[in-house]
């Protein structure tokens, strides 16, 4: 067990549909990470907070959003969801972003999502 | 562009048999190279991480090495627990993966009794 939590395991919802995937990360750590995982594409990173703010995007799309809150748990929003939005998608954490420091991130067990 | 490989895609050893998996990496500044075992349906474990070319480490059967412009994970002596798809990831300093993670697409692992 890693200490991060994700919930729901498991959704399942309709094309057009808008979600919100939750994620608490381990105790003290302040920076988020969220990734999605799809068969073909392996794991992509989507976007990174830390202490509340936006460190970093990857490759999330424009229906996509996210924010962390004052008590450091996450939501990441799927909005106008088409079938190629379902996936495995996973929240990480790390103690933090600092210049320099090479962090460890530990993964959550993840929201399988289905788009039908 | 950042990019990591990883190969074979899948390997299929008997207990006992040891091997090793490849994970090439470009990244522009590396700034740390990871290894998880992710089993099915399951978020990624950490493993283990390394930061410069020589380094090692090693846990149990698990035994990672770095290169300049590769890793490897070395699996001694295979138990059928060891089963599972392994993940590299690389952080580089710079362009897309200044500061995050750029994962490989896994080498999954069967081990048979």
């Known amino acids: 067990d890693s200490g991060v939590t994700q919930t729901p395991k498991h959704l399942i919802t309709a094309t057009g549909q808008r979600v919100t995937l939750r994620c608490s990360p381990r105790?003290?750590?302040?920076?988020v990470y969220w990734y999605q995982q799809s068969l073909d594409q392996g794991l992509q990173f989507l976007i990174q907070y830390y202490n509340g703010e936006e460190r970093a995007k990857g490759n999330i799309l424009e229906r996509f959003s996210a924010q962390q809150f004052p008590d450091l748990h996450s939501e990441l929003n799927l909005s106008s969801l088409e079938l190629g939005d379902s996936a495995l998608y996973f929240c990480?954490?790390?103690?933090?972003?600092?210049?320099?420091?090479?962090?460890?991130?530990?993964f959550g067990p993840g929201t399988r999502l289905l788009v039908l | 562009e950042d990019q990591v490989t990883q190969s074979p895609e899948a390997l299929r050893l008997q207990e006992g048999e040891s091997s090793s998996l490849n994970c090439s990496y470009t990244v522009s500044g590396l700034r740390g190279l990871f290894w998880y075992r992710q089993d099915p349906g399951k978020g990624p474990e950490f493993l283990f991480t390394l930061y410069s070319a020589g380094e090692e480490k090693e846990k149990e059967r698990l035994k990672a090495t770095l290169t300049k412009k590769e890793s490897f994970l070395h699996i001694t002596a295979p138990k059928p627990e060891d089963s599972a798809t392994y993940l590299c990831?690389?952080?580089?300093?710079?362009?897309?993966?200044?500061?995050?993670?750029?994962f490989g697409k896994g080498t999954k692992l069967s081990v048979k009794p």
């Open positions: 990480a954490s790390s103690v933090g972003t600092s210049g320099g420091v090479m962090e460890t991130q530990y």
């Open positions: 105790s003290g750590d302040l920076s």
């Open positions: 990831a690389a952080r580089g300093l710079y362009g897309g993966s200044q500061g995050n993670l750029i």
